[in-house]
């Protein structure tokens, strides 16, 4: 998946802990920061298998204007959540962990791909995403497959959106 759709699971953690009850246990508020933290690492994996079904070329394809377009979206949309979720910058750290290899390929710290390997090599992960590259349509190339990326992120962030409501709704009372 693209950075946005990340960014939007970040947002989302943070509204989902932001659920927990104020008055609880602060070793129990930790561990629950730390669990729904290591979910949303997790998470980055899950997504970017599903990325199988969404617009997602593994190269650019600079020459392509559909894709020029969607990939100024991208940046646009990724750059406003940034702004607009800045305060949720732990939960969005989390989300995109495993993209440290961009940067890590950049300046050549470790082999391509190895955050990734890492995070999908855990057992439960693993199983996961087998099934999932097993069971998913390779939509990559595919330009219409964009538009699930986009119906994914609008639903994650509606999600996110209810949940800040609600947030708002029950410390109003």
Do not use: C
């Not at 593994?58 to 979206?73: E, I, K, R």
């Not at 800045?86 to 989390?94: C, K, N, V």
């Not at 190895?114 to 992960?125: I, M, T």
Request: aromatic content about 12%; charged content about 15%.
């Amino acid at each position: 998946m693209q950075g946005m759709t990340h960014i939007a699971i970040g947002e989302l953690g943070k509204q989902l802990y932001r659920q927990l009850p104020e008055n609880q246990h602060p070793f129990l508020r930790y561990v629950s920061l730390s669990l729904l933290l290591m979910l949303l690492v997790l998470s980055h994996v899950v997504l970017d298998d599903l990325a199988m079904s969404t617009y997602h070329p593994s190269n650019a394809l600079t020459d392509d204007v559909f894709w020029l377009v969607f990939h100024a979206f991208v940046a646009i949309t990724s750059i406003y959540l940034l702004f607009r979720f800045r305060l949720s910058g732990l939960f969005i750290a989390a989300a995109l962990l495993p993209d440290i290899d961009w940067l890590a390929r950049m300046v050549d710290l470790w082999p391509e791909g190895s955050a990734h390997g890492f995070f999908r090599d855990l057992p439960l992960v693993n199983s996961l995403s087998d099934w999932l590259r097993s069971h998913l349509p390779d939509w990559r190339l595919v330009p219409f497959a964009a538009g699930i990326e986009v119906f994914l992120l609008g639903v994650f962030l509606l999600l996110a959106r209810v949940l800040n409501k609600s947030h708002q709704v029950k410390n109003s009372a």
